[in-house]
């Protein structure tokens, strides 16, 4: 059983690495995606000032991905020593932080998605 526990915990840890590393790339897409069509309006004679807040939810998802990866990593080593002790402890306020996070990014995400879909008409 003790085998088992711990690579469960690996599996645990590889999906909290894949989530991150999901997380950075949809972050760096969103900002070249403002940077491309930046360029495109640019090309078109229909020069933007900034990307707008595009680049910043970019780098604001990258930067989660970077520290979803980072909770993972001390996840993965906390519950390896809990499980060598003998005494496991389920995620607290880590798996609680994540959801809200996540829920709040999303609703800005779309909030902005309507805002500038209001200011092309």
Sequence with gaps: MRARDHLANERTFLAWMRTGLAVVVFGFAIGRFAIAIRE????QGHPLPT??????FGMVAIVTGIVLAF?????????RAQLESGRFEPAGSVIDLVAIFTVVFGLALAAY???TQQNLR
């Design 51 to 56: 990307a707008g807040l595009s680049v910043w």
């Design 71 to 79: 909770a993972g990593l001390i996840r993965y080593r906390r519950t």
């Design 113 to 115: 998605l309507v805002y």
């Design 40 to 43: 495109f309006a640019q090309a």
